[in-house]
């Protein structure tokens, strides 16, 4: 034993020290022991969930889909009025670099769709609670849908890929890992207010429709409290 | 043989009883990412060369063992100091909020380093192959592997449906869905092997250091076609799949893809290299240097 091996291998176990003493220990889980079918209404305005399994996604046994959500839900409703909205909700308990929310520009492209429009935008759910969401429009050789999700992670709701990175970042820094989910809503139609307006009001409708103390799992606590009058 | 395997044994008790400060950091930092790997990267099939990484880059490092005994002048400090002071920070950052490719990355540099003070630059430099080698054990992340073999899982698709159509069989290509006969296969799950891209790479990187290593010249040729050749290999599974669903059905096909599949690209992706090897041998020679050839 020399003053080399002692410097070496203190710095080695300061490192092991370290990354212990600065790894997230608390958890924030907004979904609790809820489940995602019970917490969305089946009725949102005139729009009612109907039994269907048209929908685009990467999901088989095993797969990356299964591994990385702990819970989905996929929804068609259709409305006499308004155009059929599917609803698509993936949650995942612990988001961490491997085990992720995938977002839909990913997925969409991964099933041969092209993305041909991206674009930020805000979703009113009350006076002074506005919904950042990211709508997009894909075109595949058969159709074209329109898109309109949005991520929660804990309590932030970021819309790109980067800023979903940072905030998990951010939020591991103050000490705590968060539960992750995906709200997509789309829309097979084209770039019309119809069905563009149609997806950004169903949201809203299916925000406002939920129970006051449910919202939290789709839009975080800070903006389901700003719903409530 | 048995006395020098012996006096290796009696050398590693001494060791650890002289050094045990630096046996202590080393298990203090290596020991939980063994576990985080051996949980996460490990167990998908991005990584399964992970455990065959470590067991074969640490056998290259202790077979030379003699070699590195009898070459070894403790480095520079200011190196050492240089090299952990990025690792250290790097690793605990990683770590702690759970970029492991960044932990991973981090320990290597530790471990380098750590190495480098011990037996100086020039065990290192000839160790360059190893150390290179070792360097696959870094996860990649998932968002990195999609965007490289996204265009990949296209192009073996193309080529599929190409080729069986050449062959009389009823196969489409709609956006990234397979039709062939009334099946549909997700292209997605079909081109799932191309995940292996790496860990063929590693293995095929051993293969070609191991046999013709002396040979750099010529190892570089092969070293380059192994990504080519795990596509091959992706073609041959996904080939494999589309033909088992037609023949036998789906059911036959699910069962291929979660029993065989992975081994099937694997097991072609080696015979690959093997008849690349063969079919190069002039080139092999005539790329040998006088003394190489010789030997």
């Known amino acids: 034993m020399n003053r080399r091996d002692v410097l070496l291998g203190g710095s080695m176990v300061v490192a092991a020290g370290a990354a212990a003493a600065l790894t997230p220990r608390k958890r924030l889980v907004l979904l609790g022991d809820r489940k995602l079918d019970a917490v969305i209404p089946k009725k949102i305005d005139d729009w009612n969930y109907v039994p269907s399994d048209a929908f685009v996604l990467p999901k088989s046994p095993g797969s990356l889909a299964d591994r990385l959500y702990s819970q989905t839900l996929t929804r068609l409703y259709t409305s006499p009025t308004q155009p059929p909205i599917m609803l698509v909700i993936a949650y995942g308990a612990v988001q961490n670099d491997l085990l992720q929310l995938h977002r839909p520009e990913t997925c969409y492209a991964a099933v041969g769709y092209t993305i041909s429009s991206s674009r930020t935008s ?36 970021p819309t790109d890929g980067r800023e979903q990175r940072r905030v998990k970042l951010q939020q591991q820094m103050r000490g705590y890992l968060s539960d992750g989910i995906l709200v997509r809503i789309s829309t097979v139609g084209d770039q019309s207010p119809v069905f563009v307006d149609a997806l950004t009001n169903f949201a809203a409708r299916m925000v406002q429709s939920m129970q006051p103390e449910d919202r939290m799992v789709l839009v975080g606590r800070p903006l389901a409290a700003a719903m409530k009058p | 043989m048995a006395s020098a395997a012996s006096a290796v044994r009696t050398d590693w008790q001494s060791l650890v009883t002289r050094h045990w400060p630096l046996f202590l950091g080393m298990v203090a930092m290596c020991v939980p990412t063994l576990v985080s790997l051996a949980r996460g990267p490990w167990s998908l099939e991005s990584g399964v060369h992970g455990p065959i990484v470590v067991a074969t880059g640490l056998w290259l490092i202790f077979r030379r063992l003699p070699e590195i005994k009898r070459d070894m002048v403790p480095g520079k400090p200011l190196f050492t100091a240089i090299g952990l002071a990025i690792a250290i920070p790097a690793y605990a950052f990683g770590r702690a909020f759970d970029f492991i490719s960044i932990e991973v990355a981090a320990l290597l540099l530790t471990l380098l380093s750590v190495s480098y003070a011990i037996v100086g630059g020039k065990v290192i430099r000839s160790m360059w192959f190893p150390i290179f080698y070792l360097g696959f054990i870094i996860p990649i992340p998932g968002w990195v592997l999609d965007t490289v073999t996204q265009p990949l899982k296209i192009l073996v698709s193309e080529v599929v449906t190409w080729t069986l159509g050449v062959f009389g069989y009823e196969i489409s290509r709609v956006g990234v869905t397979l039709y062939v006969a009334n099946y549909q296969l997700l292209v997605e799950d079909a081109c799932a092997g191309l995940n292996s891209l790496v860990s063929l790479s590693a293995i095929g990187l051993f293969y070609v250091y191991m046999l013709r290593g002396s040979n750099w010249r010529y190892s570089m040729i092969l070293l380059v076609l192994v990504v080519p050749i795990a596509i091959a290999a992706n073609i041959i599974r996904v080939m494999a799949l589309v033909l088992i669903t037609y023949h036998f059905g789906d059911a036959a096909a699910q069962g291929y893809l979660h029993n065989f599949a992975g081994m099937v690209t694997f097991t072609s992706a080696l015979l690959f290299i093997f008849l690349i090897d063969k079919i190069l041998t002039p080139l092999r020679d005539s790329l040998a240097s006088p003394d190489e050839a010789m030997s």
């Not at chain 1, 950042?132 to 075109?139: D, G, S």
């Open chain 1, 122 to 157: 805000k979703v009113e759910l009350a006076p002074a609670a506005l919904l950042p969401v990211r709508e997009l429009q894909a075109q595949s050789e058969m159709r074209v849908e329109q898109i309109c999700y949005w991520t929660r992670i804990g309590d932030d709701l």
